[in-house]
């Protein structure tokens, strides 16, 4: 881990937000929130993905650069090797319970295993098998760090002068093939529920369509590699980034009206423009939480640290925890509710002290070590 010297406290603030959001996204909408107040945020929580994305772009991208800026190279094997001590474990062992003790799906079934093991598991998505299916999230990452140094290494080596049209090339590209799963997916079904699945699974799900987060992220590592200058300039407004951070994340919120299974979801607009809009927020927010003059940025909090540190197990086993305790529990709402809630972090410390952790130590380079919050 990080020595606190060196680590983005303000980043912690935003992984420790994307988790809970999430958490209380999927209880809500298998069990129902039970605390009024937490509503609002439950039916957003959804994009705590979308913030993922925008860190690990950012994190991933910014570890590329440097080592590129100094060694002008990339060694790729040793990349790959840290991703894959980084996720694979923990991710393998969440597979193991899912697959060894059926009573743990909370889904109506599950996708077959090889597409879990192969990590394509969101492209031509069931949607009748909805066990473990927040793992289609997993596959966009895993396809981002397959490909993006790949990209990177190309580029640097041919000295591509206009590099920088990458970014608009691929927001277009994004933006173009949203419409077209519109136009030939979503438009022709006839009911409102029907075009909704249909937007789930050619919209939401694949990685091709799901590239405005990591892209943001990609591109705000380009800027605080390349120049520093510029961001410090940024830095100098401080907390003046939230205003519009929080506008540009209002109006994607309004456009999907609310919770992503709203109606509007299969609308053209928020197709469109939902995820850029969504991601250049929380790109904003990113760079309040990198930026040491605003108030989050350099402060330290407890509970944002630990629930960072252990926000990736505890994004792979909630459902599960949430299902076990629904099922085999009986509370009132609101106990179950906290039950779950408490249980799901209490295991997804278990799992990052069991599993996670111990292979993280084997990440021994000073590059993979600096890699291991992202």
């Not at 069990?31 to 993922?52: H, K, N, Q, T």
């Not at 990209?151 to 640097?156: I, P, R």
């Not at 173009?176 to 939401?204: I, K, N």
């Not at 590592?221 to 951070?245: E, F, M, N, S, V």
Request: aromatic share 16%.
């Amino acid at each position: 881990m990080q020595s606190d010297h060196y680590r983005l406290h303000g980043l912690d603030h935003l992984r420790a937000t994307a988790i809970l959001g999430v958490m209380l996204y999927h209880y809500r909408a298998l069990y129902g929130l039970p605390i009024r107040w937490l509503e609002p945020i439950g039916r957003i929580g959804w994009a705590g993905v979308d913030l993922f994305f925008v860190l690990s772009g950012f994190l991933i991208a910014r570890k590329l650069f440097e080592e590129v800026k100094t060694t002008d190279q990339i060694n790729l094997g040793r990349f790959y090797i840290s991703r894959a001590l980084r996720i694979l474990p923990a991710y393998w062992s969440t597979l193991a319970i899912y697959f060894f003790l059926p009573v743990t799906q909370e889904g109506a079934g599950i996708q077959p295993l090889w597409r879990f093991l192969t990590f394509t598991q969101n492209f031509n998505f069931n949607p009748y098998r909805t066990t473990f299916s927040h793992a289609w999230s997993l596959s966009v990452e895993e396809h981002f760090y397959l490909l993006f140094p790949l990209l990177l290494l190309l580029v640097f080596r041919q000295r591509w002068r206009l590099s920088w049209l990458i970014f608009p090339a691929v927001l277009m590209l994004g933006i173009g093939l949203r419409w077209w799963a519109w136009r030939s997916a979503v438009a022709p079904m006839l009911t409102e529920a029907s075009q909704l699945r249909a937007a789930f699974v050619t919209v939401y799900y694949p990685t091709y369509t799901r590239l405005d987060g990591l892209l943001v992220g990609v591109g705000l590592a380009a800027i605080a590699t390349w120049r520093p200058d510029l961001i410090h300039k940024l830095h100098t407004l401080g907390d003046w980034l939230l205003p519009p951070a929080l506008a540009c994340l209002g109006i994607a919120f309004w456009l999907f009206g609310g919770p992503v299974t709203s109606p509007y979801f299969a609308t053209l607009p928020t197709l469109l423009f939902g995820f850029p809009i969504l991601s250049i927020g929380f790109g904003l927010l990113v760079l309040a939480a990198i930026n040491p003059n605003s108030f989050w940025g350099g402060q330290k909090f407890a509970p944002s640290y630990g629930l960072a540190t252990i926000s990736y197990a505890i994004y792979l086993i909630h459902k599960i925890i949430n299902h076990m305790v629904n099922t085999l529990v009986v509370l009132n709402t609101v106990s179950l509710f906290l039950l779950s809630f408490f249980l799901t972090i209490a295991a997804g410390a278990v799992l990052y002290t069991l599993i996670e952790s111990h292979f993280l130590r084997f990440r021994t380079h000073p590059l993979a070590k600096a890699e291991k919050s992202s």
